[in-house]
C-alpha cells in the first residue's frame, strides 16, 4: 500500500496563473525537485497533457513512469500508467482562489516503490516529493503572476 501524504499552501498567483504552471510540463525541470525529463504523450483538446512520462532523479537511481491526468473545475488528479521501481503514483492539486486574487493549493500524493524499504522512508519519501512540489510550484507561480 502506498503512502499517502497532503499539504496545502498559499500562492500570490492567480488560480489560472497556477494552473497553467502545472500544465506545462515542459518547464518541470526548471521547477520540480528531481524531475530531468517530461514529454507529453496524448494532449487533449485545449492542450493540457492527457498522458505523460516523466525522468526523475531519486537518488538511487533514475526512475522513468507514465501518469494520466483528469480535470475537473480547478482540480487536477493524476494516476500512474506504469513505471519503473514505482508501483503507485496517484496525485491531486485542488485549486481554490482566496479573498485577495491568489490561490490555495491542496496538494495530496499517494506513493509506493518497489524497492524493500521500511514504510517510514517510504513515508519520508513521498513528503520529500510533496515538499519540492509545492515549493517549486509556488516559486514559479508567484514569479510569473
Do not use: C
Request: no cysteine.
Amino acid at each position: 500500500m502506498g503512502q499517502k501524504v497532503n499539504q496545502s499552501t498559499t500562492i500570490s498567483a492567480t488560480p489560472d496563473v497556477v494552473w497553467n504552471v502545472i500544465t506545462e510540463l515542459a518547464t518541470y525541470p526548471e521547477w520540480a525537485g528531481g524531475v530531468r525529463h517530461t514529454e507529453v504523450l496524448e494532449a487533449n483538446d485545449d492542450g493540457s497533457p492527457h498522458v505523460a512520462r516523466f525522468k526523475v532523479d531519486a537518488k538511487v537511481s533514475e526512475i522513468t513512469y507514465v501518469i494520466q491526468y483528469a480535470y475537473e473545475d480547478y482540480d487536477i488528479t493524476w494516476h500512474l500508467l506504469e513505471g519503473d521501481m514505482i508501483s503507485q503514483l496517484n496525485g491531486e492539486y485542488r485549486l481554490f482562489e482566496t479573498e485577495d486574487g491568489g490561490t490555495e493549493v491542496a496538494y495530496a500524493l499517494e506513493v509506493d516503490v518497489d524497492l524493500p524499504l521500511p514504510a517510514f522512508m517510504k513515508k519520508r519519501a513521498a513528503r520529500t516529493i510533496l515538499e519540492q512540489g509545492l515549493d517549486g510550484l509556488k516559486g514559479r507561480a508567484e514569479s510569473m503572476g
